[in-house]
Structure formats: structure tokens, C-alpha cells
T-cell receptor, first 108, second 113 residues
Framework: RKEVEQDPGPFNVPEGATVAFNCTYS??????FFWYRQDCRKEPKLLMSVYSSGNEDGRFTAQLNRASQYISLLIRDSKLSDSATYLCVNNQGGKLIFGQGTELSVKP | DADVTQTPRNRITKTGKRIMLECSQTKGHDRMYWYRQDPGLGLRLIYY???????NKGEISDGYSVSRQAQAKFSLSLESAIPNQTALYFCATSDADIIGGYTFGSGTRLTVV
């Protein structure tokens, strides 16, 4: 079983749609969590950190459920520019462990 | 200048050759990392270093070695390159708390023929 698992997609959605990604992790000792965005063959960039209480940044909302060991990312009012791969990431002892990524394609 | 600089950006090399990928950072971070990315597999950790005198193996260290020459520099070597080491390689840095996640370099696209 992979330490961090994501549905690879692709998710194809129209502009303006709401889309949600889920991610599960196997190591209950994971200390912190992040969502990264990666554009085609470029470096990953931090989208947002994920806090136990949930957090929101504009159109993006992240949730963490430690009991069930899953993390979610909700994107509202999708834009064409949101098309990218979204990486779910756990911090385990100072090392970031990445999921394989979920591809999102937003269409006009 | 970029916070994390990787050189070269692209490299084609032959099987059996030794190659070094270099990484330098201006963030002042103690922690540095090397990852490789393959289609469908995400990023996998090769080696990491929490300070200048610290070197640790990651998930897939076989066939690789590293050198932490200074706080700002962390190089990755392939002693004898093989075709399945063809991948996109990323260097990253972080502070001790990883509050802001990692900062990545732009990557090195390596092809072993």
C-alpha cells in the first residue's frame, strides 16, 4: 500500500464547476500536511498547508480528518488556470512524502 | 535569481557514465533534499540532509550518492548511469519546521541512453 494515495484522475470539469480531491495516508504519525500544485513538467509549488481545523484560501478549501487519515481539497468556481496536477503531501519526520498526484483539466 | 538553482536543466548521457547534478540555494535553509519524478509515480525521495554534516538515504538511494559541500550546496551523483535512471530530478530546501513546505528548484531532466 502506498503511503499517500490519490485518485490520479484525470478530472475533466467545465469552468465554474466545483471539484473535490481526496487523499488517504497510511502513517498515523504524519505531522503536517500540504497540497502542492504542479504544472506540466515544472517544479511543484505550495498551494496550501492543511490544518486540523480546516482552512480556506479564496476558492480553495482544505480539510484534514486524522481519525480517518484522509485529506481533501475543494476548488470552487474552477478557472481554466486551475488546470494542473495536485499533489497531496505528508510530513513524516521532516521528510515530505508525496502522493502520485491528481490531474485536473478545466474546460471552457 | 531563483531561490533554488539546479544545473544542468537538461542532460543526455550514455549508460555507464558518471554524472553529477548540482543544486544551490539562497534561502539560508539547513535542510536540502533530492527527489526524482517518474510518470504515474509521483516524487520519490533519494537523499536528504538536515545540515552540512548530515546525510540520509531516502526511499530510492541505490545507484546514487550525494555530497553536501556547504549549507547552500547539495549535489547528486550517478556513479554509473543506467537507462532506468532517466527521470526528472528535483532539489528542494526547507527550514527546520517546514512551516512553509519546501522550495523546489526548476528540475533537471536527465536521459540515459
Amino acid at each position: 500500500r502506498k503511503e499517500v494515495e490519490q485518485d490520479p484522475g484525470p478530472f475533466n470539469v467545465p469552468e465554474g464547476a466545483t471539484v473535490a480531491f481526496n487523499c488517504t495516508y497510511s502513517n498515523s504519525a504524519s505531522q503536517s500536511f500540504f497540497w502542492y500544485r504542479q504544472d506540466c513538467r515544472k517544479e511543484p509549488k505550495l498551494l496550501m498547508s492543511v490544518y486540523s481545523s480546516g482552512n480556506e484560501d479564496g476558492r480553495f478549501t482544505a480539510q484534514l480528518n486524522r481519525a480517518s487519515q484522509y485529506i481533501s481539497l475543494l476548488i470552487r468556481d474552477s478557472k481554466l488556470s486551475d488546470s494542473a496536477t495536485y499533489l497531496c503531501v505528508n510530513n513524516q519526520g521532516g521528510k515530505l512524502i508525496f502522493g502520485q498526484g491528481t490531474e485536473l483539466s478545466v474546460k471552457p | 535569481d531563483a531561490d533554488v538553482t539546479q544545473t544542468p536543466r537538461n542532460r543526455i548521457t550514455k549508460t555507464g557514465k558518471r554524472i553529477m547534478l548540482e543544486c544551490s540555494q539562497t534561502k539560508g535553509h539547513d535542510r536540502m533534499y533530492w527527489y526524482r519524478q517518474d510518470p504515474g509515480l509521483g516524487l520519490r525521495l533519494i537523499y536528504y540532509s538536515f545540515d552540512v554534516k548530515d546525510i540520509n538515504k531516502g526511499e530510492i538511494s541505490d545507484g546514487y550518492s550525494v555530497s553536501r559541500q556547504a549549507q547552500a550546496k547539495f549535489s547528486l551523483s550517478l556513479e554509473s548511469a543506467i537507462p532506468n535512471q532517466t527521470a526528472l530530478y528535483f532539489c528542494a530546501t526547507s527550514d527546520a519546521d517546514i512551516i512553509g513546505g519546501y522550495t523546489f528548484g526548476s528540475g533537471t531532466r536527465l536521459t540515459v541512453v
